[in-house]
Structures are given as C-alpha cells and as structure tokens.
C-alpha cells in the first residue's frame, strides 16, 4: 500500500481541518515565521533573548499569488522528481496570516498563474519513492480549483 511520506518532517501538517504549514509566532511582537523559529528577529523586537516566547502557529490555507516562474528543466541533484521531468511552477504566496513562502503551485496549465490570484494550500506528491511510497510536500494550487477537481492527488 502506498504511504504518504512528508518530504521534511516537521515543516507542514495534514490536520483534520485541512493542510497546513507549521510555523511561529512572536508573542511579543505578533511576527511570523516559516518554518518554525527559536526566536524572534524582527529588530524592534526584544522578546528575542526571552525564552518560551513563541508560539507555535499553523498557518493556512489561503493564500494570494505574489509572482511565480516555472521551472522548465530538472533541477540537479539533491532535487528529486518523477520521470519523465515534467516542467511546474513554483511561487511566491502572500498567506492571510501575513507571510510570504514559496511553494510549488499544481496547475496543467501555467498560462492561468497570474499574481494577485488566489491560491490554496494543499498536500501533495512530489515524487514516487523506490518503495513505492509518494514523498508528500506542500503545494499551493489556484482556490477555484477547489472542490471541483482533485488534481494530482493520490489516495493512500
Ligand atoms: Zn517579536
């Protein structure tokens, strides 16, 4: 049977009210980080040096595209990828919570990705072990995709 394996542990999380990435928050100052932080770095922030004063924050999963570039040919090693390549896209989303990450963003069609759209986080394939396992990271696909289609996305 084929498992669902995060890429990093740690990094993002399938929660029963949907994916998320885990990330912090500076009680102090309210200012957020992903992935996870030890303290905080914002220069007019002293709650840096005091401990226990993050918290723990799962952001997600709306988002609005910021920019994006698709990758046409492989990227070298370390990066793993199922054969044949198939050239994605990978963006720059502005999330509700006030952070920009990066991610790749699932769409059959690269034409449609236009910044100011918005996006959705989702949990997904990013290639097929040698167990036959799916090694699972966190993508974002455009939000009228939801609920209409489940592109890409294997059952366990
Ligand atoms: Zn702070």
Redesign the pocket.
């Known amino acids: 049977m084929t498992q669902r394996i995060p890429v990093i542990e740690g990094l993002f999380a399938e929660l029963p009210e949907g994916p998320r990435l885990l990330g912090s928050r500076?009680a102090?100052?309210?200012?957020p980080y992903f992935p996870r932080s030890p303290v905080?770095h914002?220069p007019d922030?002293d709650?840096?040096r005091i401990e226990n004063?993050m918290e723990d924050v799962a952001f997600g999963p709306s988002g609005v595209l910021y920019s994006h570039a698709v990758q046409n040919y492989p990227p070298p090693p370390p990066a793993k990828f199922d054969e044949p390549y198939q050239p994605y896209a990978v963006g720059m989303i502005d999330l509700a919570e006030g952070l920009r990450v990066l991610g790749r963003i699932a769409t059959d069609d690269f034409s449609k990705l236009q910044g100011g759209m918005p996006v959705e986080l989702i949990v997904d394939r990013l290639y097929r072990d040698g167990d036959g396992n799916d090694v699972v990271t966190w993508q974002f696909r455009p939000a009228e995709a939801a609920g209409h289609r489940n592109q890409g996305r294997r059952k366990p």
């Open positions: 500076c102090h100052c309210a200012t905080c914002h922030c709650a840096g004063r």
